[in-house]
């Protein structure tokens, strides 16, 4: 019911923004996210090159992109350090840790969509489909900005589905890495030097049932496959 809600309001015009999206004007990063997410951007880049990248898994781009690219949330620093063959857009939610994320994320040239489950979904998502149809990819934790942790939720297949892309799942692994331990989704960062392995799956095409998208996404990302992380 929810993934049809997601999808009509996709694809049709829709009302004007709801009062929740006008305020979200205000919630643009301050000038200390601003400059904290300049400051970690840089550390970020430094650190990413220090890592040494595997890739496992068919390879997507030998297919006709765009694509949606599908992890858990937690996993992703890992993933940063995936090659790029396409623009990229990543949705983040108005919270004050969406928008040091937003920070971060723009300048390590990611376009940005804001919006949650619970504030400008609807919008963030438009915003997302948009960017599919002129060629980016887009990025999508599945488990939602608020959990549970590994459960996946609608939205990602909802934004494949009306721009009619295929979903890919990634799932990074550290031989070595910060494990945040009171971060609800256990946010993990490898370390310098650190052996991060990147496991792709074959692309889910949008038209399958919800329970094959969903099936065919945690065989990748489903912890049994792996935590994320072998922190030392």
Not at 62 to 79: D, K, R, S, T, Y
Not at 115 to 140: C, I, N, P, T
């Amino acid at each position: 019911m929810l993934q049809r809600r997601l999808s009509h309001r996709l694809s049709g015009p829709g009302p004007k923004a709801s009062a929740p999206f006008r305020r979200s004007v205000s919630c643009a990063p301050t000038l200390s996210q601003r400059i904290l997410g300049a400051v970690s951007s840089v550390i970020l880049r430094l650190l990413i090159r220090t890592w040494r990248v595997s890739l496992h898994g068919p390879e997507p781009n030998a297919q006709p992109g765009p694509f949606v690219f599908c992890f858990w949330h937690g996993g992703q620093a890992g993933l940063l350090a995936h090659p790029r063959v396409r623009p990229a857009v990543v949705m983040t939610s108005y919270s004050r840790d969406g928008a040091l994320q937003s920070a971060i994320l723009s300048r390590l040239g990611f376009s940005i969509a804001r919006g949650s489950s619970s504030r400008g979904g609807a919008a963030g998502l438009k915003a997302v489909v948009k960017k599919l149809r002129d060629g980016h990819d887009a990025l999508f934790a599945v488990d939602g900005p608020r959990g549970p942790l590994h459960v996946v939720k609608p939205g990602a297949v909802a934004a494949a589905r009306t721009a009619q892309v295929s979903l890919v799942p990634l799932r990074a692994e550290a031989s070595r890495a910060w494990v945040f331990s009171r971060a609800w989704d256990r946010y993990t960062l490898p370390k310098p030097f650190a052996r991060v392995d990147i496991y792709r799956g074959e692309p889910v095409s949008p038209d399958e049932d919800d329970a094959r998208i969903f099936t065919s996404l945690r065989s990748v990302l489903s912890p049994s496959a792996g935590t994320g992380a072998r922190p030392t």
